[in-house]
């Protein structure tokens, strides 16, 4: 895979972000069927699922969808749930995705601003691919999966290291396309500096630790080294789904360059 280059964009005097985003099909499927968008303000992964080409339709469906909305100008709760209105009708009406469990995920965040006029990650989540929020040496997860273990996981059935070998590991309870859509879930994340978000599909989850995430994390200080880095890690470690990670880093004034490339 060729290094991925990092991208950056001065929001404002008083933000900064870089990102990288790359994915790969993995070592045992044999199309790739997540898809990514990493587009100032918008990050998002979504993971499809269907026979066939389903999957891989459903999740380019749904990321042309919101990268369209992002062209158009409006980045919000509501016009990204009008974007994925139209993606499931475009997911509906395609000839190859005849399967009734065609759909995908969709996790990731937006730079919104809020009403008094600060910066703020709106965090989004359908499905079980995720979000994660590395602070101060810590790796925490923003989102929480809508999956058959989560529910057992909530209620107390099961322990999270119960989690990654039980027979319902794969399924999720919600997903953009294979029944009505659903809202995704919101949780907003003030920015600090040096936050780091990574944002990805269960490819990574499957064959990487939190503890692993977080240790590329420090070893990678530029973006796309730390996504080329996880990709790799997870290919090695069996590569068993397709692999989408984003990562996207804050600099605020105090750590920023001056005289940084700004790219839309």
């Known amino acids: 895979m060729p290094e991925t280059t990092t991208q950056t964009h001065r929001v404002s005097d008083e933000l900064q972000l870089a990102w990288a985003g790359a994915t790969d099909r993995g070592r045992r499927r044999e199309n790739n069927q997540d898809s990514y968008l990493a587009r100032y303000p918008l990050f998002v992964v979504a993971d499809g699922m269907g026979g066939h080409a389903g999957g891989e339709i459903a999740s380019q469906c749904t990321i042309t969808r919101l990268d369209e909305m992002v062209t158009e100008g409006e980045v919000s709760d509501a016009a990204i749930q009008a974007a994925l209105h139209l993606a499931v009708d475009d997911i509906h009406q395609h000839p190859d995705t005849t399967d009734e469990g065609t759909g995908t995920t969709?996790?990731?965040?937006?730079?919104?601003?809020?009403?008094?006029?600060?910066?703020?990650?709106?965090?989004?989540?359908?499905?079980?691919?995720?979000?994660?929020?590395?602070?101060?040496?810590?790796?925490?997860?923003?989102?929480?999966?809508?999956?058959?273990?989560?529910?057992?996981?909530?209620?107390?059935?099961?322990?999270?290291?119960?989690?990654?070998?039980h027979p319902y590991s794969n399924v999720i309870t919600r997903a953009v396309g294979a029944s009505e859509l659903v809202a995704p879930d919101y949780v907003i994340v003030e920015p600090r500096d040096g936050d780091r978000l990574v944002v990805c599909s269960d490819g990574l989850t499957k064959e990487l630790t939190d503890y692993g995430i977080l240790h590329f994390l420090r070893e990678n200080p530029d973006p796309g080294a730390a996504v080329d880095a996880m990709v790799d890690a997870a290919l090695e470690n069996g590569g068993r789904d397709n692999v989408t990670v984003i990562v996207v880093q804050v600099i605020l004034p105090e750590s920023s360059s001056t005289d940084a490339d700004s790219e839309e």
């Open 106 to 165: 969709l996790t990731g965040a937006y730079l919104d601003t809020a009403e008094d006029g600060t910066r703020r990650w709106v965090v989004l989540n359908i499905g079980d691919s995720r979000v994660y929020l590395a602070r101060d040496e810590r790796l925490v997860q923003v989102t929480t999966d809508h999956s058959v273990v989560q529910e057992l996981i909530a209620s107390g059935k099961i322990s999270p290291e119960e989690a990654d070998g």
